[in-house]
């Protein structure tokens, strides 16, 4: 877990998919030691795998030419820690991997507590993109995309994450630069409080090409 609080973003994991491969290992010899690795919010001793969790993902762009850098490595890195806080708060495990952060958190099964927890976790996504557009200093040319997302995630028996759909940030997160909080649709389903806004069809694909969404985008503004 320290590499994961590594200041240099070449020292931590470059992937979620590379921690999550770490953290099975890792939990694997804990519960071999008789512990383990749980997410807050679920009792998940008897939790089915797979179960459904949400993911808050800050996704950093840096649009930077020439060798003037520091600047903007400095405010990505800024962005980064105020996701981690402002996550953790909002009881989100919370991952940094080189450019990024993702926060997960367990839903609860029942359909009104579940709806209840998602309504949450884009508050809380609005909540800290609005600190993100409205931090003190910011670099012009770092942007950061914030996007929610609801799929499965899958857990081994004792409580321990090993991965699943929700991980895989390639599958749901929008590929260009995206000025308002995004979610997913299975992300929104229900919920109100909030104005949502057909939004990006392309998403990031490990290739760098375009690629029609597992499950379809909107924009999101919360209503007065």
Same mark, same amino acid.
């Given at each position: 877990?320290?590499?994961?609080?590594?200041?240099?973003?070449?020292?931590?994991?470059?992937?979620?998919?590379?921690? &999550?491969?770490?953290?099975?290992?890792?939990?694997?010899?804990?519960?071999?030691?008789?512990?383990?690795?749980?997410?807050?919010?679920?009792?998940?001793?008897?939790?089915?795998?797979?179960?459904?969790?949400?993911?808050?993902?800050?996704?950093?762009?840096?649009?930077?030419?020439?060798?003037?850098?520091?600047?903007?490595?400095?405010?990505?890195?800024?962005?980064?820690?105020?996701?981690?806080?402002?996550?953790?708060?909002?009881?989100?495990?919370?991952?940094?991997?080189?450019?990024?952060?993702?926060?997960?958190?367990?839903?609860?099964?029942?359909?009104?507590?579940?709806?209840?927890?998602?309504?949450?976790?884009?508050?809380?996504?609005?909540?800290?993109?609005?600190?993100?557009?409205?931090?003190?200093?910011?670099?012009?040319?770092?942007?950061?995309?914030?996007?929610?997302?609801?799929?499965?995630?899958?857990?081994?028996?004792?409580?321990?994450?090993?991965?699943?759909?929700?991980?895989?940030?390639?599958?749901?997160?929008?590929?260009?630069?995206?000025?308002?909080?995004?979610?997913?649709?299975?992300? &929104?389903?229900?919920?109100?409080?909030?104005?949502?806004?057909?939004?990006?069809?392309?998403?990031?694909?490990?290739?760098?090409?375009?690629?029609?969404?597992?499950?379809?985008? &909107?924009? &999101?503004?919360?209503?007065?």
């Amino acid at each position: 877990m320290l590499r994961c609080l590594e200041k240099r973003p070449e020292q931590r994991y470059a992937t979620v998919e590379e921690f &999550v491969e770490a953290l099975r290992r890792a939990a694997l010899g804990a519960r071999r030691r008789g512990s383990a690795v749980v997410l807050p919010g679920e009792a998940p001793a008897r939790a089915p795998a797979p179960s459904l969790g949400v993911a808050v993902y800050v996704d950093i762009r840096m649009h930077v030419e020439g060798d003037e850098i520091d600047g903007a490595v400095a405010d990505a890195g800024f962005i980064l820690d105020l996701a981690e806080d402002r996550l953790r708060e909002h009881g989100f495990v919370v991952v940094q991997t080189g450019n990024s952060a993702i926060g997960l958190r367990a839903l609860p099964a029942a359909p009104a507590a579940d709806l209840a927890a998602r309504g949450a976790a884009i508050a809380a996504a609005a909540d800290l993109h609005e600190h993100i557009l409205t931090r003190d200093g910011g670099d012009p040319r770092v942007h950061a995309n914030v996007c929610v997302h609801v799929d499965g995630l899958h857990w081994r028996p004792g409580g321990e994450i090993s991965g699943g759909p929700l991980v895989r940030t390639e599958a749901w997160a929008p590929r260009g630069d995206v000025l308002a909080l995004c979610a997913t649709t299975a992300a &929104v389903d229900g919920v109100t409080g909030f104005d949502f806004v057909a939004g990006p069809t392309l998403l990031v694909t490990a290739g760098g090409e375009g690629a029609a969404p597992t499950t379809p985008l &909107v924009t &999101v503004t919360r209503r007065l």
